[in-house]
């Protein structure tokens, strides 16, 4: 499965009332989350199959320090956000409305056209591929140090 049908999917059913926008927020999230996620994985060498994945992949992206993979995390994070209140906050009336529905889908787009001229800068500029790479040995290097640690 290609994390772009979680965006085709999202699109679809935004307009079926508030289960469809809050489905939408979640699947818009998801296709975002799955996009970086495949990304780190293959130019990062770096499976990010743990349960932390979805704050790791954030925190490689922003380590790299290039602009297309900051906006991707801080993107990310929003739609994160986003897809916790539509999931578990009922009471939360904004994300069961088509228009903030509308607003994550167009906001995973975002990130999906970010994260692919991140990939190309990395293809073309062994530099910005190295950035990434140490970027998350940074990342990783204070996970192990504050393992344990209370």
Known sequence: MEPSE???FAGKV???GEAGARSSI???YYSAFHEAKRLVEQL???PCGSHSAHNLVRQYLTASTHPDAMYASEQLSHLQRNRLKADYDLK???TGTMHFAQENVVRAT???SALAKFRSACESDFQVLDNLGAGIK???AIHRGTK???
């Open 26 to 28: 979640s699947r818009a």
């Open 138 to 140: 940074k990342i990783n």
């Open 44 to 46: 990062g060498n770096q």
């Open 6 to 8: 979680f965006l085709t």
């Open 110 to 112: 975002d990130v999906a």
């Open 92 to 94: 939360d009336q904004r």
């Open 148 to 150: 344990g640690v209370s």
């Open 14 to 16: 935004v307009a079926f």
